[in-house]
């Protein structure tokens, strides 16, 4: 890619360590970021919107997508299909957008075997206590389901090794200023900062004659 491309993201959490919530607030406060939208082949549910929550598609489509090497990465979740089309993440960061793919640790590695240059984050709870309550107080499911997702969370944990930045959001103002830092920073390489004040610097190294 060019110095003048965008940067890839991929973003991996156990569920209940706050993920979705630092990325919209990311979003909010950067214009330069956007989000992968996944195509999926469950069923679209009351107030999703196709092409904005996911792109809904069929199994054949999806297959189809696959078998054709156009999928960064995918996985079948409780008999449904999830995959990032690697065509519009290309096209994203062709246009200068950095791009966050939100996906687990399975579909992290599958997408730096492609990508090697992607930027991988993990975002971690403070402790399995703060999870917990995090997962219960969304009111949502039972205690064997909470029980079942803890222990999917401690699987996704295992694997923090492999990404490239570690967030810990115990307190969520500042996991999100560390999330931007991470994004600046890449920001402020020589060679993006060449790109961005070309002619700053071809006035700053003229000789004056």
Request: charged content about 20%; hydrophobic content about 35%; overall charge negative.
């Amino acid at each position: 890619m060019s110095n003048t491309s965008g940067a890839l993201y991929v973003l991996s959490a156990p569920s209940g360590a706050g993920k979705t919530s630092l990325v919209k607030a990311l979003l909010a406060q950067d214009k330069e970021v956007c989000v992968s939208v996944s195509h999926t082949t469950r069923s679209i549910r009351d107030g999703e919107q196709d092409g904005v929550d996911y792109n809904f598609v069929s199994q054949q489509d999806f297959t189809y997508i696959v078998e054709q090497q156009q999928m960064l990465e995918h996985a079948t979740v409780f008999e449904n299909s999830y995959g990032t089309s690697r065509k519009w993440v290309e096209s994203s960061l062709a246009d200068g957008k950095d791009v966050i793919l939100e996906i687990d640790w399975q579909g992290r590695n599958q997408v730096l075997a492609i990508f090697p240059q992607a930027i991988a984050i993990t975002i971690l709870p403070p402790s399995q206590q703060a999870l917990q309550l995090r997962l219960k107080g969304r009111g949502t499911d039972s205690d064997e389901i909470i029980a079942k997702r803890m222990a999917k969370a401690h699987r996704e944990i295992s694997h923090y090794a492999d990404s490239h930045f570690l967030v810990i959001n115990d307190h969520f103002d500042h996991a999100l200023a560390d999330l931007q830092c991470i994004f600046r920073s890449r920001r402020l390489k020589t060679p993006q900062q060449a790109h961005n004040n070309h002619q700053l610097l071809l006035e700053l190294l003229s000789t004056g004659d």
